[in-house]
């Protein structure tokens, strides 16, 4: 069974940083493409940042400049660097993977509240 789990979220005053972090475990035998999303109340998940296998990177254009997207390929982690926050990043951040386990799915984290205050 495959599990990711969130770490990192918090209280933070309006232009500080916090970083998330996401290990993935369970009976994995490769990882492609890396992301992490966000849901605030009352509004759809979107996507925030996303990160293949090589390294390639996408950003929402609301965060390119303050949010970067990391991933450790051998320890199964991936990383969100979230600096200069405001308060419309207030929201509840959720890892997301593709994994190759017994098929092919994407997982989902069980999400991360992240609070920003003005």
């Known amino acids: 069974q495959v599990q990711l789990v969130e770490s990192g979220g918090g209280l933070v005053q309006a232009g500080g940083s916090l970083r998330l972090s996401c290990a993935a475990s369970?009976?994995?035998?490769?990882?492609?493409?890396m992301g992490w999303y966000r849901q605030a109340p009352g509004k759809q998940r979107e996507l925030v940042a996303t990160?293949?296998?090589?390294?390639?990177?996408n950003y929402a254009d609301s965060v390119k400049g303050r949010f970067t997207i990391s991933r450790d390929n051998v320890k199964n982690t991936v990383a969100l660097q979230m600096n200069s926050l405001k308060p419309e990043d207030t929201a509840v951040y959720y890892c997301?993977?593709?994994?190759?386990?017994?098929?092919?799915?994407?997982?989902w984290g069980q999400g991360t509240q992240v609070t920003v205050s003005s």
């Open positions: 369970g009976s994995i035998v490769s990882i492609n493409d």
């Open positions: 997301n993977a593709l994994i190759v386990s017994r098929g092919i799915r994407y997982y």
């Open positions: 990160i293949t296998s090589g390294g390639n990177t």
